[in-house]
């Protein structure tokens, strides 16, 4: 079991640059340090929109674990549902999210042993990534087609891209088919559509892609209503992926019972925890479903938490990979994985594998102190 003794939180800002392919949103990092001094870091996946709410939840829970001081990840997971009246609201699960993964690089460290082993793993992993395109900046085709380029001749051949930012639905295909035909047959496309609301355009947008073959239809429809999204996977033969947003077993027991998805996409500084996605994985397994967790966070923490788990799951198909992300998370951070040819490969350093340059860290966030 392990002492706590602080627990504190790193609010970054926006980041922005000309040099970035987009924007890096707020991050949320937790940093729990035990009497011995040793230190774990976590990270809380959550929408800047929702930013004080998740915030008023992380002071409270923190407050919490340091009256309980002696806890593991187990117990922890298992002091949740006692803390909190509704486990089921995913800010809730956000900030706790960041507490068990902040604790299981603690137990690494104290046992001397990388996550992936802690999770029986017993050899460096190697985990397939694909490349996320998402940017806040106005884009043209050729000006995406051209990047995918570039990233391919890095070694990546799995790309997930968002025809929906481009102006109509027209547009929205052509910009698959010049892929397809720029990336080549074996390439793998990920379309995100980020939650649809016009269920008509929305099958239009995919029985009109068909012929590109994209690798999944991620978010066409609300998680919230399995049936639409159903319907949507029925009448365009498209693989479906859902999950980003939601937390809670009974969720995702009702996507897969309504078979609405082929492939499950937790957070996991956002569902629970690591021992969460285990358990979500396990569940998607059991009906022959796929996970592939998300991760709109930094490549730091969050990114490494989920190399971890993507390790420990024969059913994981993809890690999520931001680009723009690693080149800004660099700038505070180093992580023991190696990413060559749009594969990740996992060092033995104990723990997550994450070292946080503090005092650069504190360069751009602002320090919360949970007494």
Request: aromatic share 10%; hydrophobic share 40%.
């Amino acid at each position: 079991m392990l002492n706590i003794s602080t627990i504190d939180y790193y609010l970054t800002a926006e980041h922005s640059d000309e040099q970035l392919w987009g924007s890096v949103k707020p991050l949320l990092f937790v940093r729990v340090v035990t009497d011995d001094g040793v230190e774990g870091w976590g990270e809380v996946f959550f929408r800047p929109e929702h930013k004080d709410h998740v915030l008023a939840y992380a002071e409270g829970l923190a407050q919490q674990a340091l009256e309980k001081r002696t806890m593991s990840p187990q117990s922890f997971v298992a002091d949740v549902a006692r803390f909190s009246a509704d486990d089921t609201d995913f800010h809730w699960r956000c900030v706790a999210s960041g507490l068990e993964v902040a604790l299981w690089d603690l137990w690494g460290k104290l046992l001397d042993q990388p996550v992936y082993q802690l999770l029986g793993v017993t050899s460096a992993p190697t985990i397939p990534l694909y490349a996320n395109l998402w940017t806040h900046r106005e884009l043209t085709i050729d000006e995406l087609v051209d990047e995918c380029l570039r990233l391919q001749g890095d070694g990546f051949n799995a790309f997930k891209v968002y025809p929906r930012r481009f102006a109509d639905r027209g547009e929205s295909v052509q910009v698959i088919a010049e892929l397809r035909a720029a990336l080549g047959a074996e390439a793998k496309l990920m379309l995100d559509l980020s939650v649809g609301d016009d269920l008509r355009d929305i099958l239009k947008l995919g029985t009109g892609v068909v012929p590109y073959a994209p690798h999944w239809f991620e978010e066409p429809w609300s998680g919230d209503d399995p049936e639409v999204l159903a319907h949507i996977r029925s009448k365009t033969g498209l693989r479906i992926v859902t999950g980003e947003k939601h937390c809670g077993m009974q969720h995702f027991q009702r996507i897969l019972d309504a078979d609405a998805a082929d492939v499950l996409n937790p957070d996991i500084v956002g569902c629970g925890g690591i021992l969460e996605t285990l358990s979500l994985a396990k569940l998607a397994e059991n009906c022959s479903r796929t996970i592939s967790p998300h991760c709109w966070n930094s490549m730091t923490v969050a990114f490494m938490s989920m190399l971890h788990v993507c390790a420990a799951v024969p059913s994981s198909e993809y890690a999520e990979y931001f680009p723009a992300h690693d080149q800004w998370s660099r700038t505070f951070s180093r992580i023991d994985a190696s990413i060559d040819g749009g594969v990740a490969t996992l060092g033995n350093m104990p723990g997550l594998g994450v070292w946080i340059d503090r005092e650069k860290l504190c360069d751009f966030s602002t320090r919360i102190a949970i007494n």
